[in-house]
């Protein structure tokens, strides 16, 4: 299979921690990040080892940058919003698709939540976090899609082909993309997620409902937890659940960072980026070997 050895989604300090040691070790790696992440915002870091000056969390971003590049890394900006296995992963975002033998998620601790009620409680029974994975079961009827930005987009375009018919609820924000034409957008606050058994509906905040059969939760942009469900990798619901290793229970695929939970700072990131790099240069040379 074409691509690369290992990608690293996510470049915050996890991400490009562990592009340090796959380069060194002559793997072909791409680290793919669409933004700065948590450290964008982080003006003074004075707790990282090595600063006897406080550094911004950018220029610290910056400068790994720069060294996983000239160590031979690949670095690209792109969202990626769903994750499969095909004789090796196969990773799709907005700007493209990308293939590789091993994978790690870095993508940073998630805090975005609905906190609508019936929500949580009818998951997997109507109630879904992946349209490519669920979206057979709708053939021919009523999904809604929960989110505003580009992965609720793309999670409608995986639905409009298979579903009698789809709308996109923001859920009181406003919307950050353009919805496909011909897709009604619902911008009101929904108060609960209504069905004994399974999804029948939703009701708003202004008391009027909408009849569903399928609610497709895409809000924000596809975090680790929503990349490692699509995956089958298991999660407590916030956080991938790893082994000592940084290895999830899907072979080749690993977490490291934020998104493992524990304690949230660069120097754990770091640590398990590097841990997680060296399971991954394992898991590629055994799989070269044959
Ligand atoms: C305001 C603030 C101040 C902080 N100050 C400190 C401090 O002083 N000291 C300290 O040790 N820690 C600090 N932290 C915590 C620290 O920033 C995090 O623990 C650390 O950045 C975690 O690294 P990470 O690589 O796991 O995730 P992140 O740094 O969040 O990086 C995640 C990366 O994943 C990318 N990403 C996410 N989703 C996708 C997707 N679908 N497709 C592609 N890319 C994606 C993002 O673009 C980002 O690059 C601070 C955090 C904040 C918010």
Known sequence: MAGYDVIIVGNGPAGLSAALYTSRANLKTLVIGKDQGALAKAERIENYFGMAEPVSGCE?????????????????????????????FVLEGREGTYQAVSVLLATGSSRKKADIKGLAELEGRGVSYCAICDAFFFRGRKVAVLGNEEYAVHELGQLLPV????????????????????????????????GEEEVAGVTFEDGSSLELDGLFVALGSAGAVDLARKIGALTDGRSIQTDENMATNVPGLYAAGDCTGGLLQISTAVGEGAKAAMSMIKFVRQQKKG
């Open 60 to 88: 610290l971003v910056e400068n790994t940058k720069q060294q996983a590049k000239s160590l031979g890394a690949a670095l690209v900006t792109d969202e990626i919003f769903h994750i499969s296995w095909n004789q090796g």
């Open 163 to 194: 579903a009698g018919s789809a709308v996109l609820l923001t859920n009181g924000k406003e919307l950050l993309a353009s919805a496909p034409e011909g897709v009604p957008v619902i911008t009101k606050k929904i108060t609960s997620v209504n």
